[in-house]
């Protein structure tokens, strides 16, 4: 298959990348190299991606409607796969203009690069921050999502909303996917389980906001990437509408479009998680206690029942196991 992926050197792509190249398949990958965070491991993931005669790289942003169309050209792609996003939800504060240029501007460059190139199959990356405060748990694609708490859900659920409606002008079957709280090897240092590692190897205190009461929905990167690539194979269509006992699809009454949760329904509490990264790295941390951030939500909880319904897959990695696992990449990437 003829893959066109953006955001290969950020953390979800590279692995999403790593797996189809591995399989044998042909990948474009689109990246803005934006200094966010640092440029270095971005580009030590792409250069793993490169090793590979399967992988194009370009460079560009995804502002830049010209370059995503040399990025097309080159891939002809069957299936598009748009992941890169200006991500963080605490930096939404900082910089929002950011998010505007890169999850709505850009996001319709894609869309309008979709609707030329009529791939097969466009998915899109949302995240679970699109819920906001939502109280009804666990959250179901069905439940409203049109009371964000940031900016950066705002973006993310706007780019959902104006794929529905490419997909329902232009035809093109389009999957939003929600990602609860992704984290593994390669992540990114923003990410408290980056911070927390870190920190703790460096006998500096951790800051655990919420008063360490917050609830997170951990998805370990492998599901994520197993989750994508099981959807990427159902394209939304009236004939793989699910009928399943106690689950609401989400494909739309008018258009092929679907928005799918990827997280596996097993919230973690913060203090439980920091006991989880103390046990791997084999120190305890110095605890600095803070109260919620601005935009910061109580708890995320997926319900991951249609997903398990369109691919039989749920996520089922552990907390435990993930976090050695990055704790293991941690310590040889530091070496």
């Known amino acids: 298959m003829r893959y066109l992926i953006t955001g290969t050197a950020g953390f979800i792509g590279f692995h999403l990348a790593k797996r189809l190249l591995d399989e044998g398949h042909f990948v474009v990958g689109f990246d803005g190299m934006t200094p966010y965070y640092d440029v270095s491991l971005k580009e030590k993931r792409h250069a793993i991606l490169a090793r ?28 598009i796969i748009h992941l890169a996003a200006q991500a963080g939800v605490r930096y939404s504060l900082e910089n929002p203009k950011a998010y505007v240029d ?7 460059n894609m869309l309008e690069l979709a609707k030329q190139v009529a791939p097969r199959h466009l998915l899109l990356a949302s995240t679970s921050s699109v819920y906001g405060a939502n109280e009804k748990i666990p959250f179901s694609e069905s439940d409203r999502a049109d009371e964000p708490m940031t900016l950066y859900a705002a973006t993310k659920k706007s780019s959902e909303l104006m794929a529905h409606s490419y997909a329902h002008l232009y035809k093109v079957p389009t999957t939003a996917f929600r990602f609860f709280t992704v984290y593994g090897p390669w992540g990114r240092p923003d990410m408290a389980l980056f911070k927390f590692v870190d920190a703790i190897l460096k006998d500096q205190p951790i800051d655990i906001y919420g008063e360490g009461k917050m609830s997170r929905d951990f ?34 009454k008018h258009a092929p479009f679907r928005v799918v949760n990827i997280g596996g329904g097993e919230p973690v ?20 206690m803070l109260p919620m951030q601005q935009g910061d ?20 990695i552990t907390v435990e196991n993930g976090v050695r696992r990055f704790v293991e990449w941690y310590m040889t990437y530091k070496s």
Request: glycine share 6%; hydrophobic share 45%; charged share 20%.
């Open 102 to 108: 890169a999850n709505l501007v850009g996001s319709w």
């Open 52 to 79: 590979s005669n399967g992988f194009k790289p370009v460079i560009g942003m995804l502002e830049d409607a010209d370059a995503l169309k040399r990025a097309a050209e080159i891939a002809e792609p069957e299936i």
């Open 219 to 252: 998805t370990y990167i492998d599901d994520i990437v197993e989750g994508i690539i099981r959807l990427s194979a159902n394209a939304p269509a009236e004939a793989n509408r699910v009928t399943a006992p106690g689950v609401t699809d989400t494909l739309s």
């Open 269 to 288: 509490e913060l203090m439980t998680f920091v006991e989880i990264v103390e046990q791997a790295v084999g120190k305890s941390a110095i605890r600095n």
């Open 297 to 316: 939500v109580p708890r995320t909880f997926a319900s991951p029942d249609l997903l398990k319904a369109l691919t039989s897959f749920t996520p089922a």
